[in-house]
């Protein structure tokens, strides 16, 4: 058993592979690598032990809960949307502004005007509680927002603005 | 090559750090634009371009200057001019840096600059101004540094080197060329709409460029052991005096059409330039010291035994990248928009804030210069010994 | 086992050179031919996921005549206020950055190089509002890098402000002076605010757009309604429009027509 290790460790030494060699600055890099270690880690050692709150998106907006249960949906199925507004809302981006087309079909084949501000934001009128729970979480700002106002009825109020 | 640059004198370093001080400086301020918008700049609704854009179009002119080192010596065996060429591609690779760098920070929405090449659009001057100028820097980088290399290890360069040399020397004044239909193709702009744009841009490239080599070339000398050569700057000095002098002529050209034909809406942009309208002349003395500056350049110039002393013609030199920066970097863009079209008038000054951004971005250009010019005459003074 | 001498001449010997090709041929083939099969066979879209609003006005080409005699200072500065409010245009105070979709002129900057002198009392005083001409020849669409601004197949030279970089290459092309640009954040400025219809961010490069979202909806631009017939909009292709039955009775001026962009905005004098 030993014999055998210690071909092995002789075989491996012969490739000069593990021969002892010197660091030129090899302060400066040992330091180095500590320094991007600490960086590199620090975000992790800064949360750890702190959970972030699941985002819960509200759906019980008033102007919803106006409708009756069965027409309580979406332009889409709530699965889709949840993956893919964001890729909506720029198709609907292009055809308003870029063809000049207004009306959508949905999956329920009823027509909805495609605006973020005028049609989303009719139902989805609570954007802390909606669009910002997830954005907020995945720690992004679409800048959507800077011109479609995500608050109509504040913002038509003058309320000052928060920092987003 | 590049560790050249990594070890040098104390006063490389100061100069160095001197540079990164100013580019500090101005990207501070500029990410308080970034911020804010470009509001902190003196440009207005009606002069809606200003220093950023002319200095974008200054530097354009030196950048394609480098041809005028290139062209002679492949094209027409001028060997003299083979010790300088690369000086003359990496002052272009410094230049075009600069001018990217102006048009980014002038844009109102730098992130989506990639949207020019995500919707390519053949028909917007803008559109092939961009492209050109990237393929223009990354020409002049290649060329430099393969050939630099080249003559470091005492062997001719690769035989591909050659074709895009050979392109390098028509693409020099096609940049220019470029930046000039920006201006003169739109209607709507008396002052741009000239055929004798493009000309005027590549007279005043051409007598600003070598003359801006010519000093740099001196400093070369003065701080370094490698010397450019005498001859090299003697005729690179023929080339600023025939170019200043044509520069004068176009500028006198475009004031007989304007003036004798006395449509007004042309004449009311050299008006404010030169006599300034109804009490606004913020530029009219600038405006004179430009162009009395350039004659005086070209006289200077012409006369063998002013050009021939090396002093006598760093003035001159000196004289005239200041002048031809005035004329491009100041008249050509405030005198195109004011008068507005409708008339009235705006005038037009940096604010401090843009001057110093400004700085900073020359910092830029003049870093990448130093770095650049110090690998280059390190390999020079290392074939030399 | 040791090695064959291939002798040659068989049908089943093929060297390697030759078999890459036809593998690779073969495999550009195979993908090409499947994918136009799948994309044959697949479960195509029979009804379309959007389309214009049944209700929305149509034309080959948008124009706006302004009816100076009947445009007064009062009327004017309703048509204005009218168009700045439904479309969030801030009011920023400071005329170098100020943004202006429709504004008043007088005759001699809205005219500039026409002569002065022995013209009618009435037109040196007149207001005379100028907005984008909605030109059919624009040079600021000639000039955008991204297509930016483009015009519509009826006419209306739109904005796309999504995709504006900022660059204001358009407005140094606009020899009527119509675009504006946002030099800094608009949002503080806005004094009434209209919920309907978003802001802009700094930045971008904003004008006139003849209400395209209004006529997306089948309504008039805002300044032709509140203008009191002042402003006539129409189709200049149909020859029962409003717009073309004005120009049989009177004579209208463009502004800066020797330049050739065309401008679709005309004024009764």
Redesign the interface.
């Known amino acids: 058993m030993v014999d055998k290790s210690n071909k092995v460790i002789n075989a491996l030494k012969e490739t000069g592979f593990f021969k002892p060699r010197k660091i030129y600055d090899g302060g400066k890099v040992i330091v180095g690598i500590i320094i991007l270690f600490a960086l590199v880690a620090f975000p992790l050692l800064y949360n750890m032990g702190k959970a972030a709150k699941v985002p819960d998106p509200k759906i019980d907006t008033p102007e919803i809960q106006k409708l009756p249960e069965k027409e309580r949906v979406c332009v889409e199925p709530k699965e889709y949307m949840t993956e893919n507004h964001m890729k909506l809302l720029n198709d609907w981006r292009d055809w308003v502004v870029r063809e000049g087309s207004r009306d959508y079909i949905g999956f329920t084949k009823k027509k909805y005007t495609m605006s973020l501000q005028n049609t989303c934001l009719e139902c989805h009128s609570n954007y802390d509680n909606f669009c910002n729970e997830c954005h907020k979480y995945a720690g992004i700002t679409p800048y959507c927002w800077s011109c479609h106002v995500e608050k109509p009825e504040e913002w038509a109020a003058g309320k000052p603005e928060e920092e987003k | 090559m590049f560790e050249k640059a990594l070890v040098g004198d104390r006063r490389y370093w100061g100069l160095v750090i001197a540079l990164l001080a100013m580019i500090g400086v101005g990207f501070v301020l500029y990410l308080w634009q970034l911020k804010v918008g470009l509001k902190i700049t003196g440009m207005s609704r009606d002069v809606s371009w200003g220093f950023y854009i002319a200095q974008f179009t200054y530097l354009v002119g030196i950048a394609a200057s480098a041809v005028m080192v290139v062209l002679p010596c492949y094209l027409h065996d001028y060997k003299a001019f083979g010790r300088i060429t690369i000086l003359g591609e990496f002052l272009a690779v410094a230049a075009v840096s600069m001018c990217g760098l102006f048009i980014f920070i002038d844009l109102g929405k730098p992130v989506r600059m990639f949207n020019i090449l995500l919707h390519p659009t053949p028909n917007s001057v803008m559109f092939w101004d961009m492209i050109v100028l990237n393929m223009y820097l990354l020409i002049n980088m290649v060329i430099g540094w393969t050939v630099l290399e080249a003559e470091r290890n005492a062997a001719p360069p690769p035989k591909w080197v050659k074709p895009l040399i050979y392109l390098s020397i028509p693409w020099a004044p096609t940049i220019h060329i470029v930046t000039a239909f920006l201006y003169s193709g739109i209607p709507g702009r008396g002052f741009w709409l000239t055929a004798i744009m493009a000309p005027r841009f590549l007279s005043s490239a051409f007598a600003s460029g070598p003359a801006l080599l010519i000093l740099l070339a001196l400093v070369i000398r003065r701080f370094t052991r490698f010397d450019p050569g005498r001859e090299q700057i003697q005729t690179l000095a023929k080339i600023v005096t025939y170019c200043i002098i044509i520069n004068v002529l176009f500028i006198l050209f475009e004031v007989f059409t304007v003036f004798y034909s006395q449509i007004p809406e042309h004449m009311h942009h050299f008006e404010y330039l030169f006599f300034g309208i109804e009490g606004h002349g913020k530029l009219v003395p600038w405006m004179w010291f430009s162009l009395i500056g350039m004659v005086v350049a070209s006289v200077l110039l012409v006369i063998p035994r002013i050009r021939r002393d090396e002093t006598t013609l760093a003035i001159g030199c000196a004289l005239v990248i200041v002048t031809t920066w005035i004329d491009k970097g100041l008249g050509l863009i405030t005198g195109g928009f004011v008068p507005n079209p409708l008339d009235r008038i705006t005038e037009y000054w940096p604010t401090v804030p843009e001057a110093l951004i400004t700085l900073g971005v020359w910092a830029v250009g003049f870093l990448i210069l130093s770095i650049l010019y110090k690998i280059a005459v390190s390999v020079k003074e290392e074939i030399m010994t | 086992m040791g090695g064959r001498k291939t002798g040659g001449g068989e049908v089943t010997d093929i060297n390697r050179r030759k078999f890459l090709k036809l593998a690779g041929a073969s495999t550009i083939v195979g993908l090409l031919g499947g994918w136009k099969a799948v994309e044959l066979l697949a479960p195509g879209e029979l009804?379309?996921?959007?389309?214009?609003?049944p209700e929305?006005l149509t034309a080959k080409r948008w124009a706006m005549a302004v009816d100076i005699k009947k445009m007064n200072e009062d009327t004017a500065k309703k048509c204005i206020e009218v168009c700045h409010r439904i479309h969030n245009v801030p009011d920023i105070g400071d005329?170098?950055?100020?943004?202006k979709w429709i504004w008043l002129?007088p005759f001699?900057?809205?005219f500039?190089?026409q002569p002065q002198e022995h013209i009618a009392e009435r037109l040196k005083e007149e207001p005379f509002i100028?907005l984008c001409n909605h030109c059919d020849n624009p040079?600021c669409v000639?000039?955008?890098?991204?297509?930016?601004t483009?015009k519509?197949e009826d006419g209306i030279v739109?904005m796309?402000?999504?995709?504006?970089?900022?660059?204001?290459?358009c407005?140094?092309?606009?020899?009527?002076?119509s675009r504006?640009?946002?030099?800094?954040?608009p949002?503080p400025f806005i004094k009434k605010?209209?919920?309907?219809?978003?802001?802009?961010?700094?930045?971008?490069?904003e004008k006139c757009n003849f209400c395209?979202e209004r006529l997306?909806?089948g309504l008039m631009p805002g300044c032709v309604e509140a203008s009191d017939g002042a402003l006539v909009f129409g189709d200049l292709a149909d020859p029962k429009s409003e717009v073309r039955r004005v120009f049989r009775q009177h004579f209208a001026i463009k502004r800066?027509p020797h330049?050739?962009?065309n401008p679709q905005v005309y004024y009764i004098v």
């Open positions: 009804d379309a996921k959007y389309l214009p609003k929305a005329p170098r950055r100020e943004i002129e001699k900057n809205a500039p190089g100028v040079p000639r000039v955008c890098p991204t297509k930016a483009w519509r739109m796309d402000q999504h995709r504006c970089i900022g660059c204001r290459f407005m140094a092309a606009c020899p009527f002076g504006s640009f946002n030099w800094g954040d949002r605010r209209y919920p309907e219809y978003p802001t802009r961010e700094k930045g971008v490069v395209a997306a909806k800066k330049l050739g962009t």
